[in-house]
């Protein structure tokens, strides 16, 4: 089991799945409360980014603590149920920084959604078929198992980030919406839970945190339900 986390990486492991989650730049006023809860700091203080020495120096010594941080900020990259290159990319320098392996990226990126060049893997876009229609249940082979593996085996130990979970990852399934960037539409994103192919893993970690606030931290988990 993994061992209890120190003050620092708590902090660093927020910074870090933070940077993630606003890596587009935009912070609007929901986003700004975030952060002032999270990392006891002014709301209009601007997100310093975790650096590569900063986490290191955190979880460089604690493989198993780093693995849980990594599993993490890509649950995080995966929340919106868009995993984009600048995500893709952030996620890359935090295995460098940890020395980890980028298997599971690699496999991750079958997943990606580039909004620059308007394309998305067949993956994700397969997940908008028409419903409804009745096809044969054949088997199909799984490209994404060693992902799933990897992120049910995250551990959660640390009520701070058990709360940020719990805030960022949607209770419910979102409306499909569309992406709109200086007033034109990029791409139009169906309902989480049709695009995100990783999103009963979303789910399980969010019961996972659930669970540990309801029954290690004997927390009240009404403001999150």
Not at 16 to 26: C, K
Not at 42 to 57: I, S
């Amino acid at each position: 089991m993994t061992r209890s986390i120190t003050e620092l990486q708590s902090e660093l492991w927020l910074r870090g799945l933070l940077s993630i989650a606003w890596s587009d730049g935009n912070f609007d006023d929901r986003e700004k409360e975030l952060i002032h809860t999270f990392m006891d700091q002014n709301p209009e203080t601007p997100l310093v980014p975790v650096t590569a020495d900063e986490l290191q120096l955190a979880f460089a010594n604690d493989p198993a603590i780093g693995e849980n941080f990594l599993r993490s900020a890509v649950m995080v990259a995966l929340a919106d149920g868009v995993y984009s290159s600048t995500e893709d990319e952030i996620l890359n320098q935090f295995c460098d920084a940890l020395g980890s392996s980028h298997e599971i990226l690699e496999t991750l990126r079958l997943t990606l959604c580039d909004l620059e060049t308007k394309t998305v893997s067949p993956l994700v876009s397969r997940s908008s078929d028409s419903i409804g229609v009745q096809k044969p249940s054949i088997p199909k082979p799984d490209p994404l198992k060693s992902v799933r593996i990897w992120l049910d085996g995250m551990e959660i130990s640390e009520p701070k980030v058990a709360r940020f979970l719990c805030k960022l990852i949607p209770s419910q399934c979102p409306f499909e919406r569309d992406v709109v960037v200086f007033g034109k539409k990029l791409v139009h994103i169906p309902p989480m839970c049709k695009i995100n192919p990783l999103y009963d893993q979303l789910v399980g970690l969010r019961f996972r945190s659930l669970s540990y606030l309801a029954d290690v931290c004997k927390e009240d988990i009404t403001p999150y339900i």
